[in-house]
């Protein structure tokens, strides 16, 4: 079974929106990453979030982590075309350091 | 340098052949991933390595097989191909505690399509 679970599955909006994205999970983290794919690539590492930490940003992205509802949330503002891609959390679990396991993803398109 | 480099990267087998996909790194990071993806159903962990000499199962491991005999080098072994292998492989490098700070953010290939008929 997979760790995490991305929240929509699908997400279209126009550009200049802000597209936002939730991962839920099940077991206690070390840390929470996001990942992007562009169709057909492999992943681009985006953002790592550790588990003492409760918000992160970078750029147009701001993540959040609530380890209580195990659970965060990737915020895209001022969506751009090129930010048409997959998104996907993975999570490392405290009593599995060296794996990574991943979400289903959440598919995003940017119109402009 | 070219970073994380997956070859083959497309592949067509027919039930019960074997194939092995390679995976090579330049970076010198500790731990290697492979991962299977599958429409709908994300990234399916199949095995890793956490140094040179040693593997793991993930998630999904059976059906596969995987040596890590140097530490830039990661193999991922099919012996008897089935339908339900047909996916997209990727490959994904990580630094370990050795390597300093760990972010533990993972480098990924650029993934091998292989289609068993």
């Known amino acids: 079974s997979q760790q995490g679970e991305e929240d929509p599955q699908a997400l279209s909006i126009q550009e200049g929106e802000n597209a936002t994205m939730n991962c839920s999970y099940k077991?206690?983290?070390?840390?929470l990453q996001w990942y992007r794919q562009n169709s057909g690539r492999g992943l681009v590492h985006l953002i790592l979030?550790?588990?003492?930490?409760r918000e992160k940003h970078s750029g147009r992205l701001r993540v959040t982590l609530d380890t209580s509802k195990k659970s965060s949330s990737l915020l895209i503002t001022a969506s751009r075309a090129a930010d048409t891609a997959s998104y996907f959390c993975?999570?490392?679990?405290?009593?599995?350091?060296?794996?990574?396991?991943f979400g289903a993803g959440t598919q995003v398109v940017v119109t402009p | 340098n070219a970073g994380v480099t997956q070859t083959p990267k497309f592949r067509v087998l027919k039930t019960g052949q074997s194939m092995t996909l390679l995976c090579a790194q330049d970076?010198?990071?500790?731990?290697m991933y492979w991962y299977r993806q599958d429409p709908g159903m994300g990234l399916r962990l199949i095995h890793y390595?956490?140094?040179?000499?040693?593997?793991a199962k993930g998630e999904v491991p059976d059906g596969y097989n995987v040596s890590r005999l140097k530490k830039q080098n990661f193999l991922l072994g099919l012996e008897s191909a089935a339908p339900s292998q047909t996916s997209v492989y990727f490959c994904?490098?990580?630094?370990?505690?050795?390597?300093?700070?760990?972010?533990?953010?993972?480098?990924f290939g650029e993934g091998s399509r292989l289609t068993v008929l």
């Open positions: 994904a490098t990580r630094r370990g505690p050795s390597g300093g700070q760990n972010t533990g953010e993972l480098f």
């Open positions: 077991t206690s983290i070390n840390n």
């Open positions: 979030i550790r588990s003492n930490e």
């Open positions: 993975a999570t490392v679990p405290t009593d599995s350091w060296g794996k990574l396991q």
């Open positions: 970076m010198n990071h500790e731990y």
């Open positions: 390595s956490v140094g040179e000499g040693t593997t």
